[in-house]
């Protein structure tokens, strides 16, 4: 369990090593503008790295998905799971493709961006009933920044920025509880 843990750090590391570098190199693209996923369009310059980083974070987060399953129980495992799911789909599904492929990468992002945001608060009550209140609070906070950031990053503020706020919190929180898990199980010897 202790490795299956580590997908939680792995996976949304590599996603956002790959939008912030992705970012920084892209040629025509507005970090507070542009959404995440034009990195990876068809085109871009930047799509091999971008790809890359949803394809890492698609794999290891399903992986984290068993070991919070088995540190926490709850369902919160199965949205996370989603999450990591719904990005292998957002990689498979390039905007720029087609209007219908477009149309998709959409459905598969709303997917992802719901559980994301929807994991954090699912582990609430299994988190305050194994005494981790930190984590727990900590979840709320990611849950509420994820959430409102996604939701904001459909209107006419600045897509690219909130986007990138939202992501970062709900991942924030993956990383936070997969430390956790991991350290937990390494101070206890279970594996």
Sequence with gaps: MRLAALGGVVGPAAFVGAWAVGSAVATNYSLLDDPISRLAAVGADTRPLMTTGFVVFGVGVPVFASALRRAIGGIAWTTVAATGIATIAIAAIPLDHSPAADTWHGVAATIGYVTLAATPLLAVRPLLERGRPGL?????????????????STTRLPTGLFQRIGVTAGHAWIVASAVAIFSTFRRTGRS
């Design 136 to 152: 727990a609070r900590l979840g709320v906070i990611c849950a509420a920044v994820s959430g409102t950031s996604l939701l904001l």
